[in-house]
Every structure is written in C-alpha cells, then in structure tokens.
C-alpha cells in the first residue's frame, strides 16, 4: 500500500466522524431554537406559564424523567431498548415503603437496598440479553410485567405512608430555590456526559451500537457492556423511584406509568437512533424539556389530555421523519 493510498484513507476515515459530528451540531442547535421558539409562545398564549412557580415545576417534572433517560440515552445509543423503567420505578417505591415501614429498616438502609437491587435485577436482564442473545424488547417487556405485579403484591396494591420529613426533603425541598432532584439531575447529565464522551467505556457503547460484531472482534467486550448498561438503567430508575416516592410522602406502587414512553420519547427528540450508534446527553435533555413545556403549555391552555397524547405521538412521529430526511 502506497503512501498516498494510506494518507487518502486517513483522510476518509477522519472526514467521515467530521460530517457526523457536523450534523450532530446542527441537530442540536435546531432543537434548541425549537425549544426557544416554543417557550416564547407558550410565555405569550398560556396563561401563567412564565411564573416562577410554573418553571420550576417543569424542571421538577424533567428531573424526575431525566434521571432515568441520560441512561437510556446510552442503552439506545448501543442498538438496544428498555421499556421496564416505568414498572422500576414503581416496584422501587413500593419496596422503599415495605421496608421503611412493616420492616423498620433505617432510611438510608433502605435506599442503598433499593438502588442496589435496581441494578442487580437491571443486570440480570442485561447478561439474559447479552448471554442467551435474546432481545432486549422482550427482556425488558417481561420485567415490564413482573416488576408492575411485584410492586402492588408486596403492598396490596396499598400506599405505604413514610412521613420522616428528612426524607422528604430529597424530592420536595431545594437549595437556593433549586428543587433538589433538578440537582441531582443535573449531576446526573454531568457524570453521563463525561462518561460518553471522554471514556474507553463511553466509546465502546458507540461503537457497539454502530457494529456489534466488529466491535467484539476489535477486542470490546460487548456482553459485559451490554449488562453494564441495563444495571445503570435500572439503578438510575431505583433512585428516580425514590425521588417520586419523597416527593409523595408514600411507597406507592401505581406511580410511574408511562414513564417508559416519556423517557424514549425525550431520548429520540433529543438525535438518538433506535438503530444504534447516535445520540447524545446535551439532545436527551434538550428533548425532554421540549416534552415537558409542550406538555405544561397545553395543560395552562386546556387543551384535552387525549389530545396531549396525540400530540406527543405526532411530535416523536416528526423526529423521526425529519432525522430521516437529513440522512439521506
């Protein structure tokens, strides 16, 4: 191979991350300029929309959601899916209140069980993906189930009230008039925005998204990442449990319906694929607030809930539409 041929395929292969790259960039500003867009409508048509009160609730709905999904974001970005976060959520909630409450487990016991457990089982669904090759739809679709049922048979389907009010402070107070989940959600970005893009680990999610098996044959270990990736979904819906579970002053095992659907919806909004091998954390965050403020516009506007959902559905339809387009 000459000289010429290697620079002129260096070339290639530097051009080619560039164009990505470039298009990435021009994803995530016309996002952005949509989200102002949408903001400066809302602050003119919805009534009370642009109250202090009003924002911070909407950072405290996209907090809740946004915690969950930077994981997601990851869990997308390899090709794979997770539509149990929901369910997690709930059984969570109801595990906290079980053994804070009949079980008189300290609270912070309690939650270090919950979180661990979070991940084991979202680790367990992880290697049963990874290992057995089955997909990650179905996997995911049978906790979806069996953690839902789980969460109402150790409460009998009955809130379990946790009145400590140190507790509480983690999903109802705030610092300096920032709620703290919207803090730990923003720690959250942080963290998994590190990890994505200045890490062996982060680059290895990418790239088993883009080819899987030239992945594994360049030496990545895509079984072990792949069950690494569901533990921290998992995880990361143990402690969003545990925020909603503050938040309500109960173990509660009805929360955290459609969750699933919001946290995939926030992700794909935000540039990911569902093929796998795109996506970032800055377009995760950008999409779920743009889910949130449409969602609150149209609740200050009356608009009907059934509406709202065929919105939402509209607005993920047209993502997806457009991305397409500038692909090809």
């Not at 298009?23 to 102002?36: P, T």
Request: hydrophobic fraction near 55%; aromatic fraction near 8%.
């Amino acid at each position: 191979m000459t000289t010429e041929t290697m620079t002129r395929g260096a070339a290639v292969r530097i051009a080619v991350p560039a164009k990505r790259s470039a298009r990435l960039d021009a994803e995530l500003k016309g996002l952005l300029a949509a989200l102002i867009v949408l903001c400066v409508l809302a602050a003119l048509f919805a009534p009370n929309f642009a109250t202090p009160g009003n924002l911070l609730d909407i950072l405290r709905q996209v907090a809740f959601t946004g915690i969950v999904a930077y994981g997601m974001t990851l869990v997308i970005v390899a090709g794979e899916i997770d539509v149990s976060v929901g369910s997690a959520i709930a059984f969570s909630s109801a595990l906290f209140g079980t053994l804070v409450g009949p079980f008189h487990f300290p609270l912070w016991s309690a939650a270090l069980a919950v979180v661990a457990l979070g991940a084991a089982m979202g680790a367990g669904a992880g290697a049963i993906r990874a290992w057995f090759n089955i997909p990650s739809f179905i996997v995911t679709l049978a906790m979806f189930s069996a953690l839902r049922g789980a969460a109402m048979l150790i409460t009998d389907a009955i809130p379990i009230p946790i009145l400590d009010e140190r507790f509480q402070v983690w999903g109802s107070g705030a610092v300096l008039g920032v709620p703290v989940p919207v803090l730990l959600m923003l720690a959250t970005f942080a963290m998994f925005a590190a990890v994505a893009s200045r890490t062996a680990f982060g680059r290895s999610v990418y790239a088993i998204g883009g080819n899987a098996e030239a992945a594994h044959l360049s030496g990545i270990p895509v079984k072990r990442t792949r069950t690494v990736l569901f533990a921290l979904t998992g995880g990361l819906a143990a402690i969003s449990g545990l925020l909603m579970t503050s938040r309500l002053g109960s173990g509660t095992p009805n929360i955290g319906y459609g969750v699933e659907f919001a946290v995939i919806t926030a992700v794909i909004v935000g540039g990911a694929s569902l093929s796998g091998g795109r996506g970032s954390m800055l377009g995760t965050l950008l999409g779920g607030l743009f889910i949130v403020v449409l969602s609150n516009a149209m609740v200050l506007l009356g608009v009907n809930s059934y509406a709202q959902d065929v919105a939402n559905g509209i607005v993920v339809l047209l993502a997806v539409l457009v991305r397409s387009r500038v692909a090809r």
